[in-house]
């Protein structure tokens, strides 16, 4: 939003006068720079706009094609995380439908033209992730399928027809498991084709993927999110699973939840606090020691509950059948890129990696030794649950 000089609007300036000063200052002042600063002393060739128009298509395709890749990726890589680790969720499953599908009308003009050319994503809702393995690779649904109908109900173009179809196979799929077959039309080279799907029983957090360099990833209680960053960074695809496992574990244990508690309960410490200082001695803190309540509230347990992500996150790899005597490896190559997690550090959120590396090994070990006495994958609890702050 942009900002106005308090003597504009003080002298009774309206906007529209306000905002033709503010630009005619904006140009004197880069006119005034232009005069003053240093410029290049290259003589530069000319950027041909056609050739300018062409690349920046083509460099939006590319985006569009390596994001989906990704995508892809993610899918294929979480759906037994999700599938398999179901029993782990308890309630908290969905109906899994293993495919994704986009319109055109969701983007601007000029990015229609490409996400059509790179992807085949039209008006109309089309598939464009399917999971190797999940219900809609079984119903031999494909990538660019033309999706017009979820039971008898036809999707609309843009969208709206994009929430409809999401919406529409939730409402088959309401209710507790088992689900019924969900009856899908769409069209493949201007052909109909009528499949059933036979949605698979998953944890219900979906696997996002975020446009952002950083190497992170995270989740939020609904959700697991990974970035592009941490893509790239993963070696492998095992490597890429124990982060997908993890901030899965975040979730299906409540830890998003616990935390919020956490603080509320520190805030209302810090404001008892805040109050009884107040009437002791007169001195108003302005909420100094409820701040300071809310930040101690986030920061209980915060270290346990990452040990605690990492170890269950374990036993979600390992239900998958995937194989975790390499899982550890992951925090001595994290600990190269951010050296200052080898040390301990008690005012951390995250425990050292050195006592990941550690734990994780000490976790494949108890997972073989389940395996070998042919006992349940499940993670190990106390008998009773520690409460309190």
């Known amino acids: 939003m942009r900002r106005y000089h308090p003597a504009l609007v003080k002298h ?71 599938r398999d680790g179901a029993t782990l969720c308890a309630d908290k499953v969905t109906a899994g439908f293993g495919f994704s599908f986009d ?59 994009v929430e409809q179809g999401y919406r529409w196979l939730a409402e088959f799929a309401s209710g507790r498991p088992p689900y019924p077959a969900v009856p899908v039309r769409f069209e493949r080279n201007a052909e109909a084709h009528v499949q059933e799907l036979v949605p698979d029983v998953v944890c219900e957090y979906p696997v996002v993927l975020v446009e952002s360099d950083a190497i992170n990833a995270y989740a939020d209680g609904s959700a697991a999110y990974l970035t592009n960053g941490m893509i790239r960074f993963t070696e492998s695809d095992e490597e890429l699973q124990v982060v997908i496992a993890h901030e899965l574990a975040h979730n299906l244990e ?14 209302l ?72 997690s080898i040390k301990n550090d008690h005012r951390s959120t995250h425990p050292s990696t050195p006592e990941r590396f550690v734990r994780l090994d000490a976790t494949h070990e108890e997972i073989t030794a389940k395996r070998a006495e042919g006992l349940p994958l499940l993670p190990n609890r106390k008998d009773e649950p520690e409460d309190g702050f």
């Open 103 to 161: 319109s055109s009308g969701r983007y601007e003009p000029g990015e229609r033209v490409a996400i059509q050319s790179a992807l085949g994503v039209g008006r109309l809702p089309t598939v464009t992730t399917v999971v190797s393995g999940g219900p809609a690779d079984h119903a031999d649904i494909r990538p660019g399928d033309v999706l017009t109908h979820v039971g008898r109900y036809r999707l609309s173009e843009g969208e709206a027809g």
């Open 12 to 82: 009774g300036f309206g906007h529209a006068q306000r905002s033709l000063l503010a630009r005619l200052g904006a140009a004197t002042a880069a006119l005034a720079l232009a005069g003053a600063c240093a410029a290049p002393r290259s003589s530069l060739p000319a950027a041909d706009q056609a050739a300018l128009l062409q690349e920046r298509r083509l460099q939006m395709e590319l985006a569009f094609q390596v994001q989906q890749e990704r995508r892809q990726r993610l899918a294929d890589l979480s759906w037994p995380l999700r």
């Open 269 to 340: 410490l810090g404001l008892a606090a805040d109050i009884l200082l107040a009437r002791a001695t007169g001195v108003n803190t302005g909420g100094v020691l409820t701040a300071a309540g809310l930040s101690a509230g986030a920061q209980a347990y915060s270290q346990d509950f990452e040990r605690e992500a990492d170890y269950v996150g374990m036993y979600l790899l390992a239900r998958a059948e995937v194989d975790t005597a390499e899982a550890a490896r992951f925090w001595r190559r994290m600990a190269v890129e951010h050296t200052g």
């Open 254 to 267: 409540g830890h998003l939840t616990d935390r919020k508690k956490n603080m509320a309960v520190g805030g």
